[in-house]
Structure formats: C-alpha cells, structure tokens
C-alpha cells in the first residue's frame, strides 16, 4: 500500500526507526495539548457558552451575542482584558496592520527587538524593497529595530532603548519568518518583558503570536506582552475555521484596533460573523490537538531529514516555540522538488506542481505547496520557501499525525528519486 502511494521502501524503513526514537518527546508533547485543551474547555464554560451562541448574523451585525461571545472566550483563553475575533481580518499580516495602523500615530516610533520582522509586514511598515504608499513610513511613523543575539534578545541594549522613552510600540515577532534564527520561547518573551518594564513602564508591548499558539502551555500576554496577534490559518483555527484573525489584549487597545478595522465610534459593535462563529468555536475547540499533531509532524521532519543528511531546525529534541520547522536543502532544485512532494502527499490539488513565482510583500521568488481545504491554510500541512541561498525550506503543520507523516514520507521519496 505505501508503495502504491509513491513511499520508497527506504524511506519507510527509516520512518519505523525514526518513531521509535521520537516516542518519549511525543509524550511531552501530549502534556501540554492536555493543559491547553483544559484551558479551552474552561473558557468555555465559564464564558457560559450555548447552543444560541453559534448561530450568526449578517448585514451589520450589530451587537450580535454570537461573535461577542467568542472574543469573550479568546480573552479568557489568554488571560487577557479584550479581543477582537474576526472574518474580517483576512490574515496574520492584515490583523498585524490593523494592530500597528490602530495603535501608532505619525511621529511614533514602533521598535522591533527581534530583528527585522516578516516580509509581508516589512512592506506595511514600509522598510522592504517595494515601496508602498500606504506604509507606516508613508503616514510619518518611524522604525527601528534591534538585532537578536546568538538567537536571544539583546537585553541590555533593549533596556538603554527603552529606558529613553520616546518609544511608543515595541514589536516581538515570536516565529523567525524566512530568516534563519530561531524561533521565540516564552521564557524569553518573559525575560525581555521584564527587563523593558524596569525601565520603562508605558511603552506597549506587541507580540506577533503567529505558529505559537498552544505550543507551549503559556501565551505572550500570560507573561505581561500588552497585545497579541495571530492568523486563524494557523494554529487556533485547527484548519476547521475557513478565513480570520484575531487581536487579543488590553481593552483600550483593543478599541483602538476595532476603530481601525471598521471607523472610529463604532468599534467592535458591527461586524457580522457570516456563518463563522461554528468554524471559529470548532476551530479553537480542536486547536490544542491539531497543534500539537502539527508538532509531533514537525519532529518526525526534522528527525528523518537529519538521517538523511540535512541541516534542520529545531532539532528533534528542542524545545520548540511554534510549529515552524525549517529543512536547508542546499540547492534551488532540492527545495522546488521537495515542495513540489508535500503537494503530492496532500489530500486536494495532489496533481498540481507548485513553481516559484513572484508574490505580492516579498522580494525573492517563492514556491508553495499546500493542498490544502483552506485556502492559505498553513495549520494543515505545507511547505514554502523563498528561492534564495541557502534554499530553506519552511515546513509546518498537518492536521493530523498521520497525514502529516505521509505527506512528509512522499516528499522524501520524490526528492530522493
């Protein structure tokens, strides 16, 4: 059967090996999926959640219980004051816009501790090689940023920064993007929150919360981030929800994000779900299972593809902080064909060979390959990379385990033909 599927026997052979090596991480793994699905399951209770909740509305939208009780339920779910959970924000990048656009006024200065941010954002700031006129930098707002150090915060340099307090939004980027540092644990997140607030207590701190959720049993605003921001494509959604985002934080800025994504002195108040609200409850219902099958796919990946001679990271037994796991295949072909075999081991367009093409916010040529039931959907699984030196790609996802293996298995076996 898997020979029909297109899995070299080697390949199999390998995998079998690799699983029982992984067995004892999975394990941890699965202790946190408990912690977060506890954590769901009690937001939803005592939000007081019900059967009328899920039916949605149209039109404007106004007031409607529905959507206002699943931003109740994100709140509780990251100990925050407010969030804003909508069809609306189409993106991860689309909600980090509303959130800095909402936030900041020209003349402000936005600072980003964790290097340079992900490139789709870059162009909204304004500081990418394509110039757009409706940047940060175009309304007057400036940027600076700090570099990590040895993949940690420069802690130090931050501190004399902040401690200036002429900044008005610092910006954490917990996911490396296409850069090849590594991703941000909450523990690190932690220990830069408290060091910035021993020098400055009014800077806001924003968190770029994109492939972190439920990957570990904490969230940025359990450890002081003032506001978070994510993509129902990724984790939370658990590739039930079929399109938004989310801003999660405190409630004065929550009300200057919902101004920004609809008008001023109407907020939060209008808004029709659209049919969403039994994807998004659904989705976040089944996200600290689908993260944590995401994760185990993960270090399947990097395991295997370190038998095979791959630099990859994380390594099979780090501690991750999202569901990102990047392969450095070395060369362009190596990456186009490995792409071009997750799409072959997806369940939609499996038949579709995926090519590196020009796309909107970035600079290099990217391949994607993801065939997926949502469209953009990169909690189910996919793989893409820019078509630039030293030819990583960036995998992540997979609904569940099982999928996720295979998907990967056919990979391997395509780019080892």
């Given amino acids: 059967m898997y020979q029909e599927f297109g899995i ?45 909740h899920l039916h949605s509305s149209t039109g404007y939208g106004i007031d409607e219980i529905g959507r206002n009780k699943i931003e109740e339920i994100y709140a509780k779910v990251f100990g925050a004051e407010d969030a804003l959970v909508r069809a609306q924000l189409i993106s991860g990048t689309h909600a980090l816009a509303v959130t800095l656009f909402g936030i900041l006024r020209p003349g402000d200065i936005m600072l980003s501790i964790s290097g340079a941010p992900y490139d789709t954002l870059q162009t909204a700031i304004g500081i990418s090689k394509e110039e757009s006129k409706s940047s940060l930098k175009s309304f ?29 939004l610092i910006e954490i980027q917990r996911s490396r993007g296409y850069s090849t540092r590594k991703s941000l644990t909450i523990d690190k997140i932690e220990k830069v929150i408290k060091a910035i607030r021993e020098v400055n207590n009014e800077v806001i701190i924003m968190v770029d919360n994109c492939y972190g959720e439920f990957v570990e049993d904490r969230e940025p605003t359990d450890v002081g981030a003032d506001i978070a921001v994510g993509s129902l494509m990724k984790n939370l959604g658990a590739g039930i929800a079929t399109s938004g985002a989310y801003i999660v934080g405190k409630k004065e800025l929550i009300k200057l994000c919902a101004e920004r994504l609809t008008a001023p002195g109407v907020g939060k108040e209008i808004g029709p779900s659209l049919n969403q609200n039994i994807p998004f409850i659904k989705g976040l219902f089944f996200a600290p299972s689908v993260v944590c099958s995401s994760v185990k796919t993960a270090i399947f990946a990097s395991r295997i593809l370190e038998r095979l001679g791959y630099n990859v990271d994380p390594k099979y037994d780090e501690k991750r902080a999202d569901i990102v796991q990047t392969i450095e295949l070395g060369e362009a072909d190596k990456l186009i064909k490995f792409c071009q075999g997750i799409q072959m081991g997806s369940p939609i367009d499996s038949n579709v060979i995926p090519e590196p093409s020009d796309m909107g916010g970035y600079d290099d040529k990217i391949i994607m390959a993801a065939g997926t039931f949502t469209e953009g959907s990169t909690i189910e699984l996919s793989c893409d990379g820019p078509i630039r030196s030293p030819y990583i790609a960036y995998m992540q996802g997979g609904l569940t385990y099982e999928y996720g293996k295979l998907g990967i298995m056919k990979a391997l076996s395509i780019l080892n033909k």
């Fill in 140 to 168: 007057g707002v400036k940027y600076e940023q700090i570099e990590l150090v040895n993949n940690d915060f420069d802690i130090e340099k931050i501190k004399d920064r902040a401690s200036k307090k002429d900044i008005k």
């Fill in 8 to 52: 070299k026997k080697e390949i199999l052979d390998l995998a079998k090996e690799v699983e029982r090596e992984i067995e004892p991480i999975f394990k941890e793994i699965e202790k946190i999926k408990e912690i977060n699905s506890l954590k769901v399951l009690n937001a939803f209770q005592k939000s007081g959640l019900s059967e009328m």
